[in-house]
């Protein structure tokens, strides 16, 4: 297995690996950069097949979280850690600990957090080991699930993106169809009921659909009738990899604006909905909400402050919606381009 010629290695500061026999923790936390802070990225675990699988996962997954941050212009930097296993098997708390011993020797380069297969509790008990954890911090206003302000931030985001291609502020009347109604999504799908919007929603978990339709008169759609909408916004809030070469030539709407993570298959995905003159929110940038919540869960700050912070969503979304236009040039490969300007300074 390569580490330094691995493909995905790309710059990465620090990769490292640890092994603990007691509990039997196998663990790698990749530390992207720190130009602009400690990197900060949750903690995964997962059964990989391979430990080439999840060296893979974690470079990949830290190298985002540097921009992520940097576009969200948060003094943190981009990391990530996993745990080789089976998270609903082999979680004991001495392997927890042995994970809160590894994050400690960084010494505070490496901060984490709960990401899939890690939950608040399992931070808690990592949090016994080392103080380097974001989510838990005691007093702070904002503490526990990052989703509403995720939502909000995507609601944000996406009224940019109405206004930019539209001319418009208000949404009343706007269609949006949403796919997937879980944690974020159907929050969001609030707001845009409360801001006057049609929504259309579609989720494999028929629970959440019928929630969507019982408490926000929500029209629900079959997973594939969803594409082929004649709405105006289309929002992925369910997993990555949802634009597609199967997807984007069913595409009605004039906007991609969501809260998934990785939502274009691949990058050329962006440059195909540009040229069918889809304006593309890039994901990292709208759904940093997040983020910047566990920047002030850490930090601390009022959720006065903190709310302004996400707020500023809508001027990153609009200058990379500007400079696409002047530059010819994608909004994923704008946003891109302006993230590394500022972690590479
Ligand atoms: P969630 O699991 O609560 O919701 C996802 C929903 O999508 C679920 O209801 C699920 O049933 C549904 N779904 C899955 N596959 C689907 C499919 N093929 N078609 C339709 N529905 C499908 O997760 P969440 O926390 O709401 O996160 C949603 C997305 O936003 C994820 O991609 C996540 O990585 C991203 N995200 C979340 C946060 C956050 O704060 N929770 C922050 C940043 C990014």
């Known amino acids: 297995m390569s580490v330094f010629s691995h493909p995905e290695y790309q710059d990465h500061e620090h990769v490292a690996f640890n092994y603990d026999a ?48 940097a576009i969200a212009n948060l003094k943190l930097g981009g990391g990530k850690a996993v745990i080789i296993g089976d998270p609903r098997t082999g979680k004991t708390d001495a392997l927890l600990h042995a994970m809160g011993d590894f994050i400690e020797s960084l010494g505070g380069r490496y901060i984490t957090a709960e990401d899939s297969g890690t939950k608040v509790a399992d931070i808690a008990t990592i949090a016994e080991r080392t103080g380097h954890i974001s989510g838990l911090v005691a007093g702070s206003e904002h503490g526990g699930d990052p989703s509403p302000t995720t939502a909000y931030g995507v609601f ?59 408490e926000l008169g929500a029209t629900a759609v079959s997973g594939d009738a969803i594409w082929n909408l004649d709405v105006d916004v289309f929002a992925p809030c369910a997993l990555g990899a949802s634009i597609n070469d199967d997807t984007i030539p069913k595409l009605k709407a004039a906007i991609v604006a969501g809260a998934a993570n990785n939502q274009l298959a691949t990058e050329a995905h962006g440059e195909v909905l540009r040229q069918r003159e889809i304006l593309y929110a890039p994901d990292y940038v709208i759904n940093a909400g997040g983020i910047i919540d566990a920047y002030y869960q850490r930090q601390g700050g009022s959720r006065e402050q903190l709310m302004a912070h996400v707020e500023g969503i809508d001027k990153t979304l609009e200058e990379i919606f500007s400079r696409s236009e002047r530059e010819n040039l994608p909004t994923h490969s704008v946003a891109n381009k302006m993230a590394e300007e500022r972690f590479f300074k």
């Open 22 to 69: 007691r509990s039997g923790l196998k663990a790698i936390i990749a530390i992207h950069n720190t130009h602009l802070g400690p990197a900060l990225g949750g903690c995964r675990m997962w059964p990989y097949a391979s430990d080439e699988e999840a060296l893979r996962d974690v470079l990949r997954l830290s190298r985002g979280m540097t921009y992520k941050s």
């Open 156 to 214: 944000v985001g996406l009224k940019t993106a109405v206004r930019y291609r539209f001319g418009k502020s208000d949404l009343a009347g706007l269609k949006v169809a949403l796919q997937g109604v879980g944690n974020v999504g159907f929050r969001l799908a609030k707001h845009l009921r409360d801001a006057g919007a049609e929504i259309y929603v579609t989720d494999i978990f028929e629970q959440n659909v019928d929630r969507a339709v019982a």
